[in-house]
């Protein structure tokens, strides 16, 4: 079974402007978390998509969105870009939601760099 | 508020060597319990998991954690470690509900000397 895969693996952009990620979840599972990793803050939750619908969200602002596919893909965008978004940001699918017991799996992540 | 917090930041062991990582957590209500590694270019990935029953859970590489409630923790351990085991280790904790959020510790390094 295929993991769950992230485009653009790397990509830079300058300060102002907007970017979209994305993710494709393994096979069968409906539920895409969306995390950003930085040397300084670690792993940070942004938000959590189940079935097409927006079911959690961590503290960022509104220029973090995100949604979901009826094939369970998910897309991150960031609007006006700032520098402190230079960061990995990673993608987990599972069957269910993250407050089930069922295991969340990782993407190599998007190394966004904004200059 | 809810927090993790893993107290090593950066480990440096030798071989053979036996290794307990600390994690102690802030979260209200029954919580799941997590440690994901990351290997150096590679995807974060699970190690062990707590949901419930017997707190000393098993899981891949040796690799074990006891949750202790009493104490908020849930450490990793292993009795012997391995140059491969250099990475960066993670522990995350969730809420038993639908609408929790998971929350992951800063990370602690660890760096095995052959």
């Known amino acids: 079974k295929a993991g769950v895969t992230q485009t653009p693996r790397y990509l830079i952009k300058t300060r102002g402007q907007q970017v979209t990620l994305s993710c494709s979840p393994i096979?069968?599972?409906?539920?895409v978390s969306w995390y950003q990793q930085t040397p300084g803050q670690g792993l940070q939750f942004l938000f959590e998509?189940?079935?097409?619908?927006?079911?959690n969200k961590g503290n960022f602002p509104g220029r973090f969105s995100g949604r979901q596919f009826s094939n369970s893909r998910s897309e991150m965008n960031v609007s006006t870009l700032e520098l402190g978004d230079s960061a990995l940001y990673l993608c987990?699918?599972?069957?269910?939601?993250?407050?089930?017991?069922?295991?969340?799996?990782f993407g190599p992540g998007t190394r966004l760099t904004v200059l | 508020a809810q927090s993790v917090s893993q107290h090593n930041h950066h480990v440096i062991l030798s071989e053979a060597a036996s290794l307990e990582l600390g994690c102690n957590y802030s979260?209200?209500?029954?919580?799941?319990l997590f440690w994901y590694v990351q290997y150096p270019g590679q995807h974060l990935q699970l190690l062990l998991k707590?949901?419930?029953?017997?707190?000393l859970v098993k899981g891949i590489k040796g690799f074990e954690a006891e949750f202790i409630k009493s104490k908020f923790s849930f450490n990793l351990r292993k009795p012997s470690v391995q140059w491969s085991d250099t990475a960066e280790y993670f522990c995350?904790?969730?809420?038993?509900?639908?609408?929790?959020?998971?929350?992951f510790g800063s990370g602690t390094r660890l760096s095995i000397r052959p």
């Open positions: 096979s069968g599972h409906r539920s």
């Open positions: 707590y949901f419930s029953g017997d707190p």
């Open positions: 979260y209200g209500g029954t919580v799941n």
């Open positions: 995350a904790v969730n809420g038993r509900s639908s609408a929790s959020k998971i929350i």
């Open positions: 998509y189940f079935s097409e619908t927006q079911r």
């Open positions: 987990a699918s599972s069957l269910s939601l993250a407050g089930d017991r069922d295991t969340q799996y």
